[in-house]
């Protein structure tokens, strides 16, 4: 059964870059997308971004400017990196595992995901 | 504003049915995904795929849609139900991904 661990930084500073790091245990990464959704205090879920094993990302157009998100194959992560954080960054931050595939409609879910990190942005 | 629309709350009565909705255009082309989202845990997917129930998701969720709507229902809603559920799919373009308002489900 994959499961998903993430870790990364838990507070920053306004202007600083936000860095997020998710480990893949036993799955691999072919056939998948990788994820990054948020979630701000009392705020519903966000998409951030997806890369592919090929490493194509598709960014959400609201955050583009300041997001990168990466891959490491060899060592089965995934990372996101948000540059110029400000407060309206703080969320709980979680990786995904999304499946995409097509047909007569297309499909598109998220499974499994992370545990969450925390992530506060203040001065 | 999310493509995905969603009501913001529906209340009910222990072992009743609840009916959670989602409206967007992009659901004519795309199939939905549904999630549960509990305070303090990671989201759960509970269908996918419009009308498919992840294994060890109880057989009292299910789903449904039609047009641009789609239909999560909870038959016999438990007390664990308690939570808030989010509709995904993409979004118009078909390049990225959308999640729903969410809609808080209360069990009385």
């Known amino acids: 059964q994959v499961r998903l661990q993430q870790w990364g930084t838990g507070l920053l500073k306004p202007s600083e870059t936000l860095s997020l790091t998710c480990r893949v245990y036993?799955?691999?990464?072919?056939?998948?997308?990788w994820s990054w959704v948020r979630q701000s205090p009392g705020q519903g879920l966000e998409w951030i971004g997806q890369?592919?094993?090929?490493?194509?990302?598709s960014y959400s157009p609201s955050l583009a400017s300041r997001v990168t998100i990466s891959i490491d194959r060899s060592r089965i992560q995934f990372f996101l990196k948000m540059n110029s954080a400000t407060a309206a960054d703080t969320a709980t931050y979680f990786c995904?595992?999304?499946?995409?595939?097509?047909?007569?409609?297309?499909?598109?879910?998220?499974?499994?995901w992370g545990h969450g990190t925390l992530v506060t942005v203040s001065s | 504003s999310s493509e995905l629309t969603q009501e913001p709350a529906v209340a009910v009565a222990l072992g009743q049915t609840v009916r959670i909705t989602c409206h967007g255009d992009?659901?004519?082309?795309?199939?939905v995904s549904w999630y549960q989202k509990k305070t303090g845990q990671a989201p759960l997917l509970v269908m996918y795929?419009?009308?498919f129930r992840p294994s060890g998701i109880p057989e009292r969720f299910s789903g449904s849609d039609s047009g641009s709507t789609a239909l999560l229902t909870i038959t016999g809603a438990q007390a664990e139900d308690e939570a808030d559920y989010y509709c995904?799919?993409?979004?118009?373009?078909?390049?990225?991904?959308?999640f729903g308002g969410g809609t808080r489900v209360t069990v009385l």
């Open positions: 795929a419009g009308t």
């Open positions: 995904a595992r999304a499946r995409e595939y097509g047909g007569s409609r297309h499909t598109h879910y998220f499974d499994p």
């Open positions: 890369i592919d094993q090929s490493g194509f990302t």
């Open positions: 036993d799955g691999s990464f072919s056939g998948y997308l």
């Open positions: 995904n799919t993409r979004d118009s373009s078909g390049d990225h991904v959308v």
């Open positions: 992009s659901l004519r082309t795309d199939y």
